[in-house]
């Protein structure tokens, strides 16, 4: 997933100039702020009895669709637009989500019964927002 965001953000670098991939860029992480604070609702059919290829197969398969054309991989498209180096736009988002989800996976039980889902997501939101207006306003 990510190569293939960090490959559509090179792509994206031919066809426009840096000017305007910063603003693209700015605006979308402003975005994002905007988007983590509408919440996620899972429907009642959306839960399964049994997890057919076991937890780790269905995780993986689960993650891998979810995170398509997702906040990160639209993160990732215009991290490689700006910078010219998409392998390292790539292997920076790999290592930041595999960072962001392993505590989560192990303990993500524990920092849920002390942090509620909506600080998570207002926090989430603030950082959006400053790097946002850092991408329009700070030249690099």
């Known amino acids: 997933n990510h190569a293939l965001a960090g490959a559509a953000g090179a792509w994206i670098t031919t066809l426009i ?18 988007w983590m604070l509408i919440p996620d609702k899972l429907e009642d059919g ?23 054309g997702d906040k990160t991989q639209i993160a990732t498209v215009m991290l490689a637009a700006q910078y010219s180096a998409w392998l390292w736009v790539v292997a920076g ?9 392993a505590p989560v996976v192990w303990l993500g039980d524990r920092i849920t019964r002390r942090i509620p889902l909506r600080t998570v997501h207002m926090v989430s939101a603030a950082i959006f927002l400053v ?8 030249p690099v």
Do not use: H, K, Y
């Not at 290829?53 to 979810?66: D, E, I, M, N, Q």
């Not at 988002?93 to 989800?101: E, I, K, S």
């Open 17 to 34: 100039g840096p000017q305007v991939l910063r603003w693209v860029l700015g605006v979308s992480f402003i975005a994002m702020a905007v």
């Open 131 to 138: 790097l946002g207006i850092l991408a329009v306003w700070v």
């Open 93 to 101: 988002t790999t290592l930041g989500m595999m960072l962001a989800n």
């Open 46 to 68: 959306d839960t399964a009895e049994g997890p057919r290829w076991g937890v780790f197969g269905t995780t993986l398969v689960a993650f891998f669709l979810a995170e398509m």
